[in-house]
């Protein structure tokens, strides 16, 4: 069965720390990744996505994940935090049908200190 | 462009009424879905479409249903309502796809908040 683990439910980091936030995912097959962020009151917004290729990718905001094919993980990491980074973080990964059925992780909620 | 649009953004509805929420995908999407938010259960899939067709459906009841016109905007309903429906109802599209390398990113609305009382 199709599944993705986020390791971390709440995280509380202060500015400038570095964030790495864990997911992984028990797919078969081609899988595509994607790390969603919803800002408090806001909407879904993506910040990265992996297809194929160069297995780091990077985001906006100065995210980026790294794409680990014998782990099973796409891990998100970013290396210096801001306080408006304050937000819930989302791994979703894809069968490689293409379709617009994304499975969630349980989520990531940041908190970071100013 | 504008992005996916829903409406209404916020109902309060009574149990055992139905509900319909609407979403107008990005122009050009042909694929969308339809997820529901919780606090306990998270963001879930509940179905796709595209042209006009269900391509996927998630694990929930019969009493939720969609359909998409031949524009691409969809319509989710919801029947006989229970309390544990209220919840973030959010609608995405994406574009087609030529292939499982090429891949297409998936949008959100900004979501229906629906209440049961």
């Known amino acids: 069965a199709q599944s993705v683990s986020q390791h971390n439910h709440h995280v509380i980091l202060s500015e400038a720390a570095s964030l790495e936030l864990g997911c992984n995912y028990s797919?078969?097959?081609?899988?595509?990744l994607f790390w969603y962020v919803q800002y408090p009151g806001q909407h879904l917004q993506l910040l990265l996505k992996y297809f194929s290729g160069d297995p780091l990718v990077k985001g906006i905001k100065g995210f980026e994940a790294e794409f680990i094919k014998s782990k099973f993980s796409f891990n998100l990491r970013k290396p210096s935090v801001q306080w408006s980074d304050t937000a819930e973080y989302f791994c979703a990964p894809r069968g490689s049908s293409n379709t617009g059925k994304l499975i969630f992780g349980q989520g990531t909620t940041l908190q970071v200190k100013p | 462009k504008a992005g996916v649009t829903q409406t209404p953004r916020y109902l309060i509805k009574t149990r055992g009424q139905q509900v319909t929420l609407s979403c107008s995908p990005i122009s050009g999407h042909r694929s969308v879905s339809w997820y529901q938010q919780t606090p306990g259960q998270g963001l879930q899939f509940l179905f796709e479409y595209f042209s006009e067709t269900q391509r996927n459906k998630g694990n929930f009841p019969g009493r939720f249903s969609g359909r998409q016109f031949s524009n691409s905007r969809s319509e989710m309903n919801v029947s006989t309502l229970e309390l544990g429906d209220s919840a973030l109802y959010l609608c995405a599209s994406s574009l087609p796809t030529l292939g499982p390398s090429s891949g297409n990113t998936i949008y959100f609305g900004e979501g229906s908040w629906l209440t049961v009382v």
């Open positions: 797919y078969g097959g081609t899988v595509n």
